[in-house]
């Protein structure tokens, strides 16, 4: 489900990035950063969906988004196809790299890094929306993503270079989410090999690697299962807890 996906890549990116207690620190950054990338990663890890005409994207930005969930949709095979890929990681991190590179001269903030900006633009927008951070229309859920894009560029533009690694994490982590569901996903798309006979015979076999070519590790079972909803629950708590710890809103002694 959207929200769970996005509360996910939260959690992911804190984990990896925060050096607060019970974190991993893989990657650290400031608590700027940190809280930021958050908000943008539970907005990357929606960005799979882009392929279902029902999904937070296609309902974030009317026609628009809209119709760019439906040509998606159609160009990657349907809903769990090629954007729930090792290809799509790839592609969505290329991608985030590319805009990077694009600049443009601005009004009052002067140079900025235009590509970047409308990536975290449309990131903060599908996280707002998915977490329920904006209950408006469309006009105040992008008024309120631009509030935030302003800030980042106006008091920390050179911390944006975390971008392509936001949109890797959060795509990675909504294909692990998929795979823990009965649905799983075609990890090698546009190559789907199908397992062997006896292999789709054996019971728990077949629920790893199943018929259709699909994979999976279905513990949650499907999706929105009770199972799911607990599960984010921990994530949630832990999203919060990290982000209190690093930014010293709660204090928390040094692991053993």
């Not at 400031?30 to 943008?40: H, I, M, N």
């Not at 569901?181 to 090698?188: A, E, F, H, S, W």
């Not at 015979?201 to 999976?216: D, E």
Request: include cysteine; proline fraction near 6%; glycine fraction near 12%.
């Amino acid at each position: 489900m959207g929200a769970h996906h996005a509360i996910s890549g939260a959690a992911a990116w804190v984990a990896i990035t925060s050096t607060a207690p019970y974190t991993l620190g893989l990657d650290p950054l400031p608590a700027s950063s940190v809280v930021v990338g958050s908000l943008v990663t539970a907005g990357a890890a929606l960005l799979p969906d882009v392929d279902h005409h029902n999904g937070t994207i296609a309902h974030s930005g009317g026609l628009v988004t809209r119709a760019a969930a439906a040509v998606t949709q159609t160009a990657s095979g349907g809903h769990r196809h090629g954007m729930h890929s090792i290809l799509a990681v790839v592609g969505f991190t290329l991608g985030a790299v590319a805009l990077g590179r694009w600049e443009a001269q601005v009004p009052v903030f002067g140079t900025i890094p235009a590509g970047s900006a409308l990536l975290l633009l449309a990131l903060v927008a599908f996280a707002t929306k998915a977490l329920r951070i904006s209950r408006g229309g469309i006009v105040k859920l992008w008024t309120g993503a631009a509030v935030v894009v302003a800030g980042v560029l106006w008091f920390a533009p050179d911390q944006l270079a975390w971008l392509p690694l936001s949109v890797m994490v959060g795509v990675i982590v909504h294909l692990l989410g998929d795979m823990l569901t009965k649905g799983g996903v075609p990890l090698l798309w546009p190559w789907i090999p199908k397992p062997s006979k006896a292999w789709s015979a054996t019971p728990f076999l077949s629920r790893l690697w199943m018929k259709n070519g699909y994979m999976a590790v279905p513990v949650l079972g499907r999706t929105g299962s009770k199972r799911e909803w607990v599960l984010c629950v921990g994530l949630t708590a832990y999203t919060g807890y990290a982000l209190l710890a690093t930014t010293g809103l709660l204090v928390v002694g040094p692991v053993a």
